[in-house]
Structures are given as C-alpha cells and as structure tokens.
T-cell receptor
Framework: GAVVSQHPSRVICKSGTSVKIECRSL??????MFWYRQFPKQSLMLMAT?????????EQGVEKDKFLINHASLTLSTLTVTSAHPEDSSFYIC????????????FGPGTRLTVL | EDQVTQSPEALRLQEGESSSLNCSYT??????LFWYRQDPGKGPEFLFT???AGEEKEKERLKATLTKKESFLHITAPKPEDSATYLC??????????FGKGTTLSVSS
C-alpha cells in the first residue's frame, strides 16, 4: 500500500519551454501533497505544500509563478515548470500523506528534468 | 531553529559488519522522526516513523531507536543490497519534513 507514482520519470526540454510533472497516489487518497527538489549529492528541499482544492503554499525563495502547482483531486497533483532554464535542471520528487500532522509521507520515484 | 544532522556522511562496511548511523536533532516540538532509504536516481523509500523517546522499531536487518536528542539506525550483519543513502527527517508543525543530508552506506562482499 501507499504507492505514489510520478510521470514522466525523465524529461529533456529546451530552454524557455514549460514542463508538466504529474504525481499520483495510486492506492490512497492524499489530502496533502508535497513537492521537493534535490540537487546532486544534496538532500531534499521542500518547494511547496498543496492541499486538494486550495492554493499551494510555497517555501521561501521558490517562485510561485515559475513553479505552478495544481492539486485538483485527492489523488493527483501537478507541477508545471514554466519557461524552464538550465538552472531548473534537477530531480523533482513528490510525496503524499493521508492527513496533516504526524502522518508519514510516501514518496514518488522522482522526475529527472534536464533543460538544454 | 529546527535542525537535523546526520553522521557519518559516508560509511563503508564489509558484509556482516554491524554498525549504526546517527541522526541528532533539535526541534521545538517533535511530531515524528522518520527514516528513509534512497537509492541513486530514485525517490526515498519509507522505513520507520518514531514518535517518542524510548521507541524502537525493527525491519529485517534494520532497527531504529529514538532518544530526546538523537535517533540511531542500527544495521545488523549488512548485505551489499543494503547499500544506499539513509535519510533522517523531522516532522515540523504543519507537516513539512526537514531532512538531514543523509549517510551514504556502502557494503562490500
């Protein structure tokens, strides 16, 4: 149980284009989903928290107009990187939890974004 | 400020050589301490959640323990397939996880 999927697993795009990444909870309903970014040999950094049906809460320093998050249902959240640039190249990982407070977060397999 | 510090940064073991990974933390109100395993190019895989000092949890060759200031991940008789980066994380009020930088474990046969 508690399986989270991400699509695509890898994407290469040209600078200036937009890329959408999907995160799905396959066998549970996720009231809260999280988006993280991980650079090589570094730990995960939280980008934003999203609750179904409401606007995402972004961490300090994360541009909300660049990283658009939509959490349209209890099983799907999307992250769109708009006007991507090479510095946006990274490993993007989503997670989902059943409820707020102390519930465990289950992570997706990640999406490797390369911007040329 | 809430913080998570993991040590050592890297650990090399021979197969069967038991050891422990450390996660020390400072937090204003602990609402859960988590251990994850991450393989290269993959998302973190959930291992354990600990909520209160004195709590212990086991899974195969792994045992996690918790005190008021630190957590240990004990690995008994490790095998090469246990090689991975092990991440410790705290749950802040408001559900955000604060991750440590991880310990990269290499087990050779």
């Amino acid at each position: 149980g508690a399986v989270v999927s991400q699509h695509p697993s890898r994407v290469i795009c040209k600078s200036g284009t937009s890329v959408k990444i999907e995160c799905r909870s396959l066998d549970f309903q996720a009231t809260t989903m999280f988006w993280y970014r991980q650079f090589p040999k570094q730990s995960l950094m939280l980008m934003a928290t999203s609750n179904e049906g409401s606007k995402a809460t972004y961490e300090q320093g994360v541009e909300k107009d660049k990283f658009l998050i939509n959490h349209a249902s209890l099983t799907l959240s999307t992250l769109t990187v708009t006007s991507a640039h090479p510095e946006d190249s990274s490993f993007y990982i989503c997670s989902a939890s059943l409820a707020t407070s102390t519930d465990t977060q289950y992570f997706g397999p990640g999406t490797r974004l390369t911007v040329l | 400020e809430d913080q998570v510090t993991q040590s050592p940064e890297a650990l090399r073991l021979q197969e069967g050589e038991s050891s422990s990974l450390n996660c020390s933390y400072t937090v204003s109100g602990l609402r859960g301490l988590f251990w994850y395993r991450q393989d290269p190019g993959k998302g973190p895989e959930f291992l354990f959640t600990l909520y209160s000092a004195g709590e212990e949890k086991e899974k195969e060759r792994l045992k996690a323990t918790l005190t008021k200031k630190e957590s240990f991940l004990h690995i008994t008789a490790p095998k090469p397939e246990d090689s991975a980066t092990y991440l410790c994380a705290l749950n802040q009020a408001g559900t955000a996880l604060i991750f440590g930088k991880g310990t990269t474990l290499s087990v050779s046969s």
